[in-house]
């Protein structure tokens, strides 16, 4: 039974390292979940400050340019839910407060289901392995286990601020490649995925060949998933993490 179908999912929590990381791996997955009546949450671990293109943007105000550009791509897919942590763009690294800020979303959002960056390099496409996105993989899955589901890990959430522990059942983690065993159809919600990247205006304005490179990775994935020609998909690795 696909895992997505395996029972009733109505909270997904997706942890990623920049804004616009969620919207280039599963906005039309996230698009089909928000249109399944699922409540969608954010959590955007750096600031974003490392991004951009355009050199007249003054630095400083990168970080609050991407925020801004992420919750515009989030309302585009319907979701109105989005935690910043503010760690720094380029510099995220697994600490020990790192897992804490994520375990803090995840025993607040109380997910059935986490979406994570893969935590491992990938030799064959070294612009996905982004330290970043792997640092960001493998702290999420240090909070989902053991953090999140332990009482007495991080106790000042419990004492300070009244968060139970919880324990996520699944793990969907972003793949790009033939690691992924599970696939969504998002034929029907492409063009929401290309709405909320253009939503990036700082990251995405210059990229003229975005929808055809996105329909190209997207169609590969369907190709991988053995739908039909001229299906459209996102595939990941599931993990069961009851």
Known sequence: ???????????????????????????????????????????IVTNGDAGGFDSKVPRPAIAGI??????????????????????PDGRLVVSFALRRDITRV????????VVVPSPQRDLRNVYGSHPDHQA??????????????????????????????????????????????HYVDITDTFDR????LRAHTSQTAHMTGLEDRMRGWSAMQAQ???????RLAEGYLVLDTR
Request: charged share 25%.
């Open 1 to 43: 039974m696909p895992a997505d179908q395996a029972q009733p999912v109505q909270r997904v929590l997706l942890v990623a390292a920049h804004p616009d990381d969620v919207d280039f791996g599963s906005a039309g997955t996230i698009a089909t979940w928000t249109g399944a009546g699922i409540e969608v949450f954010y959590c």
């Open 66 to 87: 991407r925020q801004d550009e992420q919750r515009k791509a989030a309302a585009a897919l319907g979701v109105t839910d989005v935690d910043f942590l503010g760690y």
């Open 106 to 113: 995840i025993r607040r959002a109380r997910p059935d289901r």
């Open 136 to 181: 960001a993989g493998e702290a999420a899955l240090c909070a989902i286990y053991p953090d999140a589901r332990n009482p007495y890990a991080h106790p000042e959430l419990l004492a300070e601020e009244g968060l139970e522990a919880h324990t996520v059942p699944e793990v969907w983690v972003t793949s790009h490649n033939d690691r992924a065993d």
């Open 193 to 196: 995925k290309i709405a909320a």
């Open 224 to 230: 991988a998933a053995g739908l039909a020609q001229g």
